[in-house]
Antibody, heavy 127, light 107 residues
Framework: QMQLVESGGGVVQPGTSLRLSCAAS????????MHWVRQAPGKGLEWVAVISFDGSHKYFADSVKGRLTISRDNSKNTVYVQMNSLRVEDTAVYFC????????????????????WGQGTLVTVSS | AIQMTQSPSSLSASVGDRVTITCRASQGIRNDLGWYQQKPGKAPELLIY???SLQSGVPSRFSGSGSGTDFTLTISSLQPEDFATYYCLQDYIYPWTFGQGTKVEIK
């Protein structure tokens, strides 16, 4: 049974850093791109980032570009997101999600919408 | 980034009603659009991908249509478990973007 479990959330001060993890099981992790999506309290969904199956391609939302890095360790079946210079507006539940089947087209990662999601981890940025 | 505009933002409907939600992209996205359902405190669930393809396990009362800039999610006969918030997502070009959501409430 496919499972994604996020961890690493908590309460942090503005300007600090935080690393979130997402542990995967029940599927061949190294074959799938992985996404992060967030949701501020009472707000809608915001796509954050994606990493290709081998970690060679990464894409980011404009709101986090330059402050967020995404990485994966296929030997540990885990994807990470490192958030730096955290802002109050980064407060959200962060979900990891598995992409659909992927391919590379002219050097760009092409993948369908994520079909399997974790339950999320809450990050609160507050002084 | 491509802007995705959903309408309405909320609607009230009764069990058995036919419900239609629309999503408009600020530029053409072919058929690279998905629809999600989210219930409070839960992760989103994929309903439709590639604008009109039903995700495995999703009831056939859900359907999607459209291409280019205008898309529709239809629930043919609303069931009690369908009261939730629905989001569209364009996966045509990075950064991907969601619509702002449509909350379907009980009339």
């Amino acid at each position: 049974q496919m499972q994604l479990v996020e961890s690493g959330g908590g309460v942090v001060q503005p300007g600090t850093s935080l690393r979130l993890s997402c542990a995967a099981s029940g599927f061949t992790f190294s074959s799938y791109a992985m996404h992060w999506v967030r949701q501020a309290p009472g707000k809608g969904l915001e796509w954050v980032a994606v990493i290709s199956f081998d970690g060679s391609h990464k894409y980011f939302a404009d709101s986090v570009k330059g402050r967020l890095t995404i990485s994966r360790d296929n030997s540990k079946n885990t994807v990470y997101v490192q958030m730096n210079s955290l802002r109050v507006e980064d407060t959200a539940v962060y979900f990891c999600a598995r992409a659909g089947d992927s391919t590379m087209l002219r050097g760009v990662l092409i993948t369908g919408p994520p079909s399997h999601w974790g339950q999320g981890t809450l990050v609160t940025v507050s002084s | 980034a491509i802007q995705m505009t959903q309408s309405p933002s909320s609607l009230s409907a009764s069990v058995g009603d036919r419900v239609t939600i629309t999503c408009r992209a600020s530029q053409g996205i072919r058929n690279d659009l998905g629809w999600y359902q989210q219930k409070p405190g839960k992760a989103p669930e994929l309903l439709i991908y590639a604008a009109s393809s039903l995700q495995s396990g999703v009831p056939s009362r859900f359907s999607g249509s459209g291409s280019g800039t205008d898309f529709t999610l239809t629930i043919s006969s609303l069931q009690p478990e369908d009261f939730a918030t629905y989001y569209c997502l364009q996966d045509y070009i990075y950064p991907w973007t969601f619509g702002q959501g449509t909350k379907v409430e009980i009339k």
